[in-house]
């Protein structure tokens, strides 16, 4: 217990790892401007560097924002704006009716209920699962558990197509036939892999002298693991949920083998906006962007477990 | 710090909450559950722009019989998925499904017949193309929903312009007026294409209207009645040349003009005339350029007359359902009705007398184009292959985008034709 008093009150870093502004103030002013100048990426030393890299995180930026920044402004489009040829990028007239027609739309609200349920249900049972393999593989190194985490990887590269068809008989045969349950271990069958590798690395960074501190202190393995381990690790726990949440929550395939009238989700729903006989871009793109927000929201609510969980290999040895 | 605590903490019990409860109930938000539906009710399979369609059958089923009717809508190439994973399986969700007429001959085998809906009434009043495509191997396997055919929609105000009808007979010789032969189709739109403006559009990434330019010429489309590929006879080389003489007087990239990127080059304003399915009609949105400003026309006929490729969908009861009588029951239904598919906002039907019903009423002036379409001595359907979506999308569109970006119609029809041999042998 007090070991993990220790680490959360080091911000979640071992106590091994000195703070970084006290160990820049303890540098002397020439030493300083040597390393100023033997600083890598973004703060490179020389400015053509410099310029070269910021162009280039610029244009990612442009590159990945962008489809969703016209998607957004699109959603305030009136609808014949939407079409227009050639394209607009801002509206000519601001409007909600977009989100007026897209949130009215019958199901459209029950399937934001099941997209939530879903990704939920299917999150909890990644993490259930995912961190109790990680840290077995991890702690005890069996050559069983070596294969297991192979195969694991190797579930990845199977075409989702290939198991959805099946599962859904599975499922219909299991009575879970339409159920959010059903469709939640569908989508655990895509997180999984990913978790209990995610899980595993972040293990893998703890070192061992924690648990043993630990159970000198009295803790049993378990208690270690739970009072320990897993606090150190939250980062990456949080990291893991975000990505199982994030994978359940954006499925289209399986939600749309798995589900009917019960549990139709709104990658589904958003789909449905494009039809035989045409596209209705103003209510799709308006859906979509109210979908995105909740992801959104997530990802800055846990953005500083995040970028923990991300460095947390960096403190390994 | 304790506020995203606190945060923190009441989103995991919220989350575990949710979940346990789910565990407990394991039900969906979205309404009664999907399989086994009891006797008294029928689920639906429908593509998602065809709902609206089935809405108001689905109000009046409930009046007239007490059936509740629960849809299932899913995008149109989901749908396809869908349905081909669960006939194959032997366990469907639903009890109806509305099938693109292209899918019929897939689901044939899984699909039960319904002969007795068929009735001479009913036969006499659903369009004879249709008809003849409901019926596979002796029996009726769907009831057409609704259909559709492409027809030609015009810019009547610059039609009726005095400059332009007088530039025009000036030029050619005859009035300006609603083409009625393709050689007219061709003087307009070249009339048209000036200023920024185009007479029409050609579309490259669909392949209908080059079909109905092959039925025009007296010709089945790609097979003939014995299975045999016809898609380098002497019609498909006609019409397809003459589709793409159209191109000098077409918006550019016409390979990757679809009916999305065509609706919306029309309702922009930057094409003078346009061959649509007849529904576009009435969806012309309120605030576009050309609203009040349309006018519609048959198809145009060839040598053998006129054809269109008409666009049914039918509702078919799969053999694996257990609510077979319900079923049918709604499909009754729905044939009884059908006249209410047209107050909705694809507003189309699949009877004659529906059609006729509304052709004299302002606002649906498509309506007479669309049965003198539907009913024209050379409209047919699709052929009746399993395989016909793969040579659409492998052969015939492919073939087409090239012949439009200016590759040899002979040549390009030649290697067509060997392609499709081998896929349907």
């Known amino acids: ?317 | 710090m304790s506020t995203r605590k606190t945060i923190s903490r009441l989103a995991s019990i919220s989350g575990l909450c949710t979940a346990v409860a789910l565990v407990a109930t394991g039900c969906g938000a979205g309404g009664p559950a999907s399989s086994g539906s009891a006797a008294s009710s029928v689920n639906v399979l429908v593509e998602a722009g065809g709902h609206a369609e089935l809405a108001g059958v689905a109000e009046a089923c409930k009046k007239d019989t007490g059936l509740d009717v629960n849809f299932v809508e899913l995008p149109y190439d989901g749908l396809f998925n869908r349905l081909s994973s669960e006939l194959s399986s032997g366990t469907v969700s639903f009890d109806v499904a509305a099938l693109d007429s292209v899918w019929l001959p897939s689901f044939k085998d899984a699909v039960q017949p319904i002969d007795e809906l068929f009735t001479d009434e009913a036969k006499k009043d659903i369009f004879p193309a249709l008809v003849k495509e409901a019926n596979i191997d002796g029996h009726f396997i769907g009831m057409p929903a609704w259909t559709n055919a492409e027809i030609i929609l015009y810019r009547k105000d610059l039609f009726e312009d005095a400059k332009n009808k007088a530039d025009f007979k000036a030029k050619y010789g005859y009035e300006l007026a609603a083409p009625t032969t393709w050689k007219q189709y061709q003087d307009i739109s070249e009339f048209f294409t000036k200023d920024g403006m185009y007479g029409t559009d050609v579309k490259g990434a669909v392949e209908t209207e080059w079909l109905a330019h092959v039925l025009q010429a007296g010709s089945p489309m790609v097979l003939d009645d014995k299975n045999n590929v016809v898609v380098d006879n002497a019609a498909h080389k006609e019409a397809l040349d003459f589709y793409t003489s159209l191109v000098k007087s077409a918006p550019s990239g016409a390979a990757q003009v679809d009916w999305a990127a065509a609706q919306n080059l029309f309702n922009q304003g930057k094409t003078a005339m346009t061959k649509f399915w007849a529904h576009a009609y009435r969806q012309i949105p309120t605030d576009a350029a050309v609203y009040g400003k349309v006018g519609a026309a048959p198809m145009i006929g060839g040598s053998a007359g006129v054809a269109g490729v008409p666009g049914p969908w039918y509702l078919s009861v799969p053999k694996a359902t257990k609510n077979a009588d319900a079923a049918k029951k709604f499909i009754k239904c729905a044939y009884d009705h059908n006249d209410l598919g047209i107050e909705s906002t694809l507003g189309l039907a699949a009877r004659i007398s529906a059609f006729e019903k509304y052709q004299d009423k302002p606002g649906y002036e498509s309506f007479g184009p669309l049965i003198e379409t539907l009913n024209g001595k050379a409209t047919a359907t699709r052929p009746a292959t399993a395989k016909w979506q793969q040579i659409v999308d492998t052969v015939l569109v492919p073939t087409l985008q090239k012949a439009v970006a200016g590759g040899d119609s002979a040549s390009l029809l030649a290697e067509a034709k060997t392609k499709i041999e081998a896929l349907v042998k």
């Open chain 1, 1 to 317: 217990m007090r070991v993990a008093e220790k680490i959360k009150h080091d911000g979640g870093m071992p106590a091994a790892v000195p703070a970084q502004p006290s160990a820049e103030a303890s540098v002397p002013a020439g030493m300083r401007r040597r390393r100023a100048v033997n600083r890598e990426g973004l703060e490179a030393g020389k400015r053509s560097t410099r310029t070269i890299l910021w162009i280039l995180l610029a244009a990612s930026l442009v590159l990945y924002g962008f489809p969703f920044l016209y998607l957004l402004l699109t959603s305030f489009k009136p609808p014949i704006d939407t079409i227009a040829v050639p394209p607009t990028i801002l509206p000519k007239e601001w409007t909600l009716v977009n989100y007026v027609n897209a949130l009215g739309r019958s199901g459209v609200v029950a399937s934001i209920i099941n997209s939530t349920q879903t990704a939920i249900i299917s999150t909890l049972l990644s993490l259930l699962l995912a961190v109790p393999a990680a840290y077995g593989i991890t702690r005890y190194k069996t050559a069983s558990g070596r294969v297991f985490i192979m195969a694991a990887l190797v579930t990845r590269m199977v075409p989702p197509v290939a198991i959805g068809i099946p599962l859904a008989s599975m499922m219909a045969s299991a009575g879970l036939a339409d159920t959010p349950i059903a469709l939640s271990i569908a989508h655990t069958t895509i997180s999984l892999p990913l978790s209990i590798w995610l899980m595993a690395s972040f293990f893998e960074a703890v070192p061992q002298d924690l648990e043993e501190a630990a159970t000198v202190d009295g803790c049993s393995r378990l208690g270690a693991l739970w009072r320990v381990v897993i606090p150190v690790v939250s980062g990456g726990i949080a990291v893991t949920a975000i990505f199982a949440f994030l994978a359940s929550w954006n499925e289209f395939l399986f939600a749309l083998l798995m589900t009917a009238i019960r549990s139709q989700t709104t990658p589904v729903v958003i789909a449905n906006f494009q039809t035989q006989f045409g596209l209705d871009w103003g209510s799709m793109t308006a859906l979509a962007a109210v979908y995105s927000i909740p992801v959104i929201l997530l990802t800055l609510l846990l953005q500083r477990k995040i970028v923990a969980g991300m460095t947390l290999g960096a403190v390994k040895g």
